[in-house]
């Protein structure tokens, strides 16, 4: 509502002083019109943001960042099981889901890719982050492929099948190996300190 006034009592002022307008002035009724224009663009941003703090909640509660981490592998893997259940009548569904899995695989690897893999490089655990981090580079590139094949190629389901057992083996190398591997050295705080930075990450890319 501040934004509002301040737009219109403006508009307003340098209608008063200043009667040489550009061809860029905005025409006698733009206040109001502007003022709504900003206090949608206000109302968008609370709302995302009222989203993004809902994703968050959610997120918190979800335990450490090992555990949310988890959590991602199995949503981005039920996702591809729903893929997997689609046949080539269905390109839209196709096309929703893909978009669905680009996006969870995306803020997941961002994830990891901006705090847990350097967190393990500082621990002396690179060859590990760096051969995961390649592979992250290779879902990429699935999703590149699926992208640019179409929901409708005969080869759809055969690369969405490869492209899950590449995610599961990925998953399972870092839920059953490198992470237990690194959070056993972990003090209480330098745990939580992992599961607030994986929260904040998830968070603006929610
Ligand atoms: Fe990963
Ligand atoms: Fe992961």
């Known amino acids: 509502m501040a934004t509002r006034t301040k737009s219109r009592s403006s508009t307003r002022n340098s209608r ?5 307008r550009s061809a860029f002035t905005w025409g006698d009724n733009a206040g109001p019109l502007i003022g709504a224009a900003l206090a949608g663009v206000v109302i968008g941003v609370a709302a995302n943001f009222g989203r993004k703090a ?12 090992d555990e949310i981490l988890a959590t991602e592998h199995e949503m981005a893997l039920a996702i591809f099981d729903k893929m997997l259940a689609t046949d080539e009548t269905q390109g839209f569904k196709r096309k929703m889901l893909l978009m ?3 996006h969870a695989l995306d803020k997941h690897a961002h994830q990891e890719e901006m705090v847990v ?3 393990l490089r500082e621990a002396g655990i690179k060859v590990e982050a760096d051969q995961l981090e390649t592979e992250h580079g290779e879902v990429k590139t699935y999703l590149y492929r699926l ?16 492209f899950r ?16 591997n690194f959070k056993r050295d972990l003090n209480e705080e330098q745990d939580a300190r992992i599961t607030s930075l994986v929260n904040r990450d998830g968070f603006w890319m929610a």
């Open 16 to 20: 008063n002083t200043n009667d040489n």
């Open 54 to 65: 809902l994703m968050q909640g959610i997120e918190s509660t979800a335990g450490d960042w």
């Open 100 to 102: 669905k899995l680009t």
């Open 117 to 119: 893999y350097p967190a």
């Open 147 to 162: 992208q640019e094949m179409g929901p409708e190629s005969p080869n759809w389901l055969e690369t969405v099948r490869e």
């Open 165 to 180: 057992a590449a995610v599961s083996q990925h998953a399972h190398m870092e839920e059953e190996q490198v992470f237990p």
